[in-house]
């Protein structure tokens, strides 16, 4: 089930940048929309943001205005920038992809592909 692959994690200070990539390591499957959960210890997988090739953009409320989701022109690859980085942001961060999707896509439950995830750890 597992075919996706995160990069970009790491340590960063309060206030600094960190920016995820997530490729589809299967090329002959494609996937109109990608997005980003992250969970942190004994919290539940919450939703970050969604990015659709056909022009739709989700974001959960806590990240808005900091961090910016986008997809690449092969629809193979989505990025979040992630700026302001707060501690609390402090969590593994799991790319999910779905080849057809309905209204927002926030339900981890609506996406049947997912990586592995990439710790961020931000701290004060």
């Known amino acids: 089930q597992v075919q996706l692959v995160e990069s970009g994690g790491g340590l960063v200070q309060a206030g600094g940048s960190l920016r995820l990539s997530c490729g589809n390591s299967?090329?002959?499957?494609?996937?109109?929309?990608m997005g980003w959960f992250r969970q942190a210890p004994g919290k539940d997988r919450e939703f970050v943001a969604a990015f659709s090739w056909s022009g739709s953009t989700y974001y959960a409320d806590s990240v808005k205005g900091r961090f910016t989701i986008s997809g690449d022109n092969a629809k193979t690859t989505v990025y979040l920038q992630m700026n302001n980085l707060r501690p609390e942001d402090t969590a593994v961060y799991y790319c999910?992809?779905?080849?057809?999707?309905?209204?927002?896509?926030?339900?981890?439950?609506?996406?049947?592909?997912w990586g592995q995830g990439t710790q961020v750890t931000v701290s004060s």
């Open positions: 999910a992809a779905a080849r057809g999707f309905i209204g927002t896509m926030q339900s981890r439950y609506e996406y049947p592909y």
């Open positions: 299967r090329r002959s499957v494609s996937f109109t929309i």
